[in-house]
């Protein structure tokens, strides 16, 4: 891997979105040709442009080692750090070669490549009660919490606000109020702490706010985009498990019954039976549900879509009314994974701080162990 | 015109922690940043936080090696005051939120550090820094109706009125570029240290020593400026820190023989030794060939030794490091490293409560110099500087506050004064240099002669680019005309403030003839107690440096020979 850094400078051709709010006129592109070694990042291309050619290009930097989380732009349509891309990455992921920088997406843009994070994503944390809201009464020493719950929110501490995944996710753009996936891993944060008071009370927030954790529709996008590996969407789908779960809170926006019966649903037939869900979603997860007011309603408000379905031949009776078939085997298969995760006695919550990564010693380490031994 | 009991500049950890402090004293507060504070470089901050928390250690013990680590140029009443009221601030910051890893009972963890005489380090996997300042942060929105925010807001100058005291600061709001004059009873400067007058540097590009210089040029003195840091373990191309957490959990530092070539300069702590004396011995290597890499420039940090699942869980973001900025798995090889400039003890003179000798003016973290550092900083006592400092800063400012009444200077001269001197960079005539190739310039020559190894000759050289950087950066043009968010202005002024911190440095350290903690002159190798166990102070006089000393405050620890 080291080789990769011996290799000489390049040239790199930047594609800049430039935006000057004084001057009345629409955001333009810019072009300028740097020299770099290719394992060098875009932010250092960007800076070299800018001492070089032309001061007024704007970006918002400092660390230039992705723990500052200023430099949150987009690299060939893609949310990044540019302190934290390389050139070379940045040019094979480019087409025709020349590397496109934008600025973040939903999010306002100021300037060149610096957007309003408060009036977007702040906005958002701030909405999310970002303390911890302390057991009482507080000890006179550290609040004693197991070892695993710290290292546990870790990963969500390790968010450094950057935006990227505000920049594409994917509910946030078509409902700007989704509180959104850094907002709810900070959520995580505190729901996942011991010392905090108030778990319930922020659950329920988050499950009942139209807006809040069933808002997310499951994109992965958040997780992709995160240099930190927050992995915001699994935060999301924690707050889920632990408020329908643990806190058994039904909430308003259906999200716990729509989760209970697709689970059901997956579980019966191995593979989803649309025409079911919506009825089981809002009546109750059983065949009966269909015959709940509840249900009766938003299957009457679902007649457009199934009608669409049906004429574009996505959707047949035959379908409407009987589960679809898969393989016996494939059906065992799928009620196996049901039955080893409900076997387990607790939840497995994958975090990569603790992903329980080999403790076998390394060969280098061992090596090394031989190295010193033959020291004199 | 805003006003304020306490104005604050600077968003990292002294100042946020200021804030709180001075609020919770009943002040009306103001916090004020040239960036978003989580972006402030405390954020970078990686191995952990100094307190004698654990049953067996003594705040005594830990004092007695912050002074040992100072080589004895720390003033002990101040470095008394930072150990004893450690524990205590580590546990608030414990109940406000920090997530401190713990150990199987529950309790907080600790690791060892270097030039400490046991474990009495608190962490969070080897983002501590990020892990304080955003904790600080989600105080500072829980008390957003007692503390105002000014984020992203360029400071200029400090107000002085007719009495030579400080009442307010000039500063220019970066997105809209509006100047404007805050009037406060009280300033206090946190807005970090000045890294970025060398290169590389492990500090972001923000760290301009802008708080140093604004002091300097109202009339405080600087004092121990010659104590700049070089961190033993920085990444050979970039500059990138990779945490001290690293050697503390039991990574070693190895020569191109393969030997762990500590054991011949600090045999009890080898790898664990004080910073300057590690940079030195790495530095020696290096010298004398037997280095690694490219040119014999690097020394391997050997991270192989720490078992896989403890390093993935406890020094994570270096792991991320490695591999991104590196490309090198510090799990499965040794990563090439070489000493780098990365903090500097010196700073803005201030007493234990953070009081400069300016009335009304305060400075708290690596803007100021108490002196809690001397000549060589332990690892993990600069977040407990900055939190311990920051508040009483805070906590002794409202109570200035509460005493008195709201200054009413005359604005309008400063206002004038700063709006012409900016609108004077932006209509330049392209004659000269860019502001970014003399940045470079001052950068390199800092490395080259104010760096681990000093002589007289070098240090001149220095004096004299730094002289020539001068005039030049006072014609040197900018591309940015506009107001919105332009960054090529506030650039040009703080490559000033840069200039201004360099040339304190070089000073100061061609003034002390002999080698004490960070300040290795090999023209002067020797420790010389009776001459310079004392602080120089460099004070602004007409347009020059003026030198001058101030004593060392002994209490309980004689100096003496440092071994490690």
Request: charged share 25%; hydrophobic share 40%; aromatic share 6%.
């Amino acid at each position: 891997m080291a080789e990769a850094h011996d290799r000489p400078p390049e040239k790199f051709t930047l594609r800049l979105r430039r935006y000057d709010p004084e001057s009345g006129e629409a955001p333009y592109w810019d072009e300028h040709t740097v020299e770099l070694e290719p394992h060098r990042s875009v932010l250092e291309a960007i800076l070299q442009a800018k001492d070089r050619f032309d001061g007024s290009i704007g970006i918002r930097c400092s660390c230039r080692q992705a723990i500052c989380g200023s430099c949150g732009i987009r690299v060939n349509g893609e949310p990044a750090l540019a302190c934290h891309t390389h050139l070379d990455a940045a040019k094979a992921s480019a087409s025709g070669g020349v590397i496109e920088i934008e600025p973040m997406g939903n999010m306002p843009v100021i300037k060149d490549l610096i957007v309003d994070m408060d009036a977007v994503h702040w906005k958002k944390i701030q909405r999310v009660t970002p303390w911890l809201l302390a057991k009482q009464p507080v000890p006179e020493r550290e609040y004693i919490v197991s070892k695993e719950s710290m290292v546990d929110v870790t990963q969500t501490m390790a968010c450094i606000q950057c935006g990227a995944c505000v920049s594409d996710c994917l509910a946030m753009e078509v409902d700007p109020g989704f509180i959104g996936p850094a907002a709810l891993a900070k959520a995580y944060r505190f729901v996942g702490d011991p010392r905090d008071d108030e778990q319930f009370e922020r659950l329920n927030d988050l499950a009942q706010d139209p807006q809040g954790i069933f808002d997310c529709t499951h994109c992965f996008k958040c997780v992709e985009a995160c240099p930190k590996d927050v992995n915001p969407m699994g935060q999301i789908m924690r707050l889920r498990r632990k408020a329908t779960q643990d806190h058994h809170i039904v909430d308003q926006n259906n999200g716990e019954r729509h989760e209970a019966a697709f689970a059901s649903l997956i579980e019966s037939n191995g593979i989803l039976w649309e025409a079911e869900l919506i009825p089981r979603s809002y009546g109750g997860n059983s065949w009966f549900g269909k015959f709940a007011p509840a249900a009766g309603k938003e299957l009457v408000a679902s007649i457009p879509t199934a009608v669409r379905g049906l004429l574009r031949g996505k959707m047949t009776i035959p379908k409407i009314l009987k589960p679809h078939k898969i393989p016996s085997q494939d059906l065992k298969a799928v009620r196996s994974i049901y039955e080893l995760i409900e076997s387990r006695p607790e939840r497995y919550e994958l975090n990569l701080y603790i992903a329980g990564e080999d403790e076998a010693p390394t060969p280098a380490s061992a090596a090394a162990g031989a190295e010193g031994s033959s020291e004199q | 015109m805003p006003q304020h009991d306490v104005l604050i500049i600077g968003a990292g950890l002294a100042g946020q922690r200021a804030a709180l402090a001075a609020a919770q004293g009943g002040a009306s507060v103001a916090i004020m940043s040239k960036v978003h504070p989580v972006r402030s470089h405390s954020v970078a901050a990686a191995g952990g936080i100094n307190a004698a928390i654990s049953v067996d250690d003594d705040w005594r013990s830990h004092a007695y090696d912050t002074v040992k680590g100072s080589d004895f140029l720390g003033d002990q009443d101040a470095i008394e005051v930072m150990c004893s009221e450690a524990p205590h601030e580590v546990m608030h910051l414990e109940h406000m939120g920090v997530t401190f890893h713990r150990n199987e009972k529950g309790e907080m963890d600790l690791r060892a550090f270097g030039g400490a005489s046991m474990k009495r380090t608190a962490y969070v996997a080897d983002i501590t820094g990020q892990a304080l300042l955003h904790v600080l942060y989600e105080q500072l929105m829980k008390h957003h109706e007692t503390v105002a925010r000014y984020e992203e807001w360029f400071t200029t100058s400090l107000l002085l009125d007719e009495h030579g005291h400080c009442c307010g600061a000039i500063a220019r709001e970066v997105r809209s570029g509006h100047m404007e004059a805050f009037t406060a009873k009280n300033v206090i400067l946190a807005c970090g240290g000045a890294g970025q007058a060398y290169k590389p540097t492990t500090n972001g590009l923000i760290v301009t020593g802008d708080g140093i210089a604004m002091a300097y040029r109202a009339g405080a003195p600087l004092m121990d400026m010659e104590m700049v840091q070089y961190h033993p373990t920085c990444l050979v191309e970039t500059g990138i820190l990779i945490t001290e957490g690293a050697r503390g959990e039991g990574a070693h530092l190895l020569n191109a023989n393969g030997e762990r070539f500590m054991e011949k300069t600090a045999p009890n702590k080898m790898e664990l030794a004080s910073r300057d004396v590690v940079s030195r011995a790495e530095q020696i290597e290096i010298n004398e060939g037997r280095g690694v890499g490219p040119n014999k420039a690097g020394i391997f940090l050997d991270v192989t030794v720490v078992p896989r699942r403890r390093t993935l869980e406890a020094l994570r973001e270096i792991v991320n490091l490695g591999r991104d900025f590196a490309g090198v798995d510090i799990t499965r090889e040794p990563i090439m490293i070489r000493p780098g400039q990365h903090y500097i003890m010196g700073g803005v003179k201030t007493d234990i409560d953070g009081r400069t000798p300016i009335e009304g003016l305060y400075a708290a973290g690596e803007v100021a110099c108490v002196s809690v550092h001397g000549g060589n900083r332990l690892g993990a006592n600069s977040l407990l500087d900055t939190l311990i400092f920051g508040r009483r800063a805070g906590e002794h400012a409202a109570a200035r506050a509460a005493a008195m009444g709201m200054p009413e200077p005359d604005v309008n001269a400063g206002l004038r004064e700063d709006g012409a001197r900016l609108e004077a960079i932006l209509t330049r005539p392209r004659e000269g240099r860019r502001v970014s190739e003399i940045k470079n310039e001052l950068g390199e020559t800092m490395n080259r002669h104010v760096a681990v190894f000093r002589d007289e000759q070098g240090l001149q050289s220095a004096l004299e680019t730094i002289g020539r950087l001068r005039e030049e950066a006072d014609k040197a043009w900018i591309d940015d005309r506009g107001t919105v968010f332009n960054q090529d202005v506030l650039g040009a002024v703080e490559l000033g403030f840069m200039i201004d911190c360099a040339e304190a440095t070089v000073v100061a350290a061609l003034e002390r003839k002999e080698s004490r903690g960070a300040q290795f002159r090999t023209d002067f190798p020797e420790r010389k107690d009776e001459e310079w166990l004392k602080h120089i102070d460099i004070s602004l006089n007409g347009d020059g440096p003026e030198v001058s000393y101030s004593p060392v405050t002994i209490t309980q620890w004689q100096p003496e020979e440092r071994k490690y």
